[in-house]
């Protein structure tokens, strides 16, 4: 496989002992995937969170072959058509282990590790509560709605203005449209980095063309 072409198939799932195994549905990719533990886990929902990320896969190659390491995740920026690999730092480090590559097969490696993870640890949970109303609303997304609430947040507002605003609506409905805007980058939450989801949150338009990491990265 050369670089130029996308990673879209996982390889076999392969757990070591004491190591949990994660089933999850992703609402980028519109299927479900198998997550080596927890980190993997937090790792997906950091994905999930940015939407100049376009595309992904899980284990989507092997480090050096079959017998050896797993790349935990290849990721597709929108202005990287190649993309680059994700490997999570190991619970337990050797330090006589050589220097990390910076390459694999070509593509760039990005290392995240658990000073990352913890750094991240109030947007990740905030992004475990979104996930499921994009899951569970994907199929039945209101277009005229969403498109109502983006224009609604020309300003400002919170999480509890917005439901105000559209109390004709069922709020579980009018909080996935707004989640689903958030995914795409057409709104966004600086508060999802420093709080708590909740009825404070403050939403609004995206305001410059170049689409922010507002969640995470």
């Known amino acids: 496989m050369t670089a130029s072409k996308p990673y879209t198939r996982a390889v076999v799932f392969s757990r070591p002992a004491g190591r949990r195994r994660i089933e999850v549905f992703s609402p980028k990719l519109a299927r479900r995937l198998s997550l080596g533990g927890y980190d993997a886990y937090r790792t997906w929902l950091v994905i999930e969170a940015n939407p100049r990320i376009k595309s992904f896969c899980e284990r989507p190659t092997y480090v050096d072959g079959p017998r050896g390491a797993v790349i935990d995740f290849w990721v597709q920026l929108s202005d990287d058509e190649a993309g680059e690999f ?38 990740i949970a905030n992004w475990a509560r979104i996930t499921p109303y994009l899951v569970s609303h994907r199929r039945y997304q209101d277009r005229l709605l969403v498109q109502s609430i983006e224009t609604f947040l020309h300003q400002p ?23 689903s805007l958030l995914a795409a980058g057409r709104v966004l939450s600086p508060d999802l980095a420093r709080a708590p989801l909740g009825g404070s949150t403050r939403f609004h338009q995206t305001e410059c063309v170049e689409v922010r990491a507002h969640a995470v990265l």
């Not at 490997?87 to 593509?107: C, D, F, R, S």
């Not at 507002?157 to 409905?173: E, G, N, P, W």
């Open 86 to 123: 994700w490997m999570i730092e190991p619970t337990t480090v050797n330090k006589t282990a050589t220097v990390p590559e910076t390459q694999l097969h070509g593509l760039n490696v990005r290392y995240i590790t658990h000073a990352d993870l913890l750094a991240w640890a109030i947007p």
């Open 157 to 179: 507002a919170s999480i509890d203005a917005i439901l105000k605003q559209f109390a004709q609506r069922d709020t579980t409905t009018v909080e996935a449209a707004l989640f």
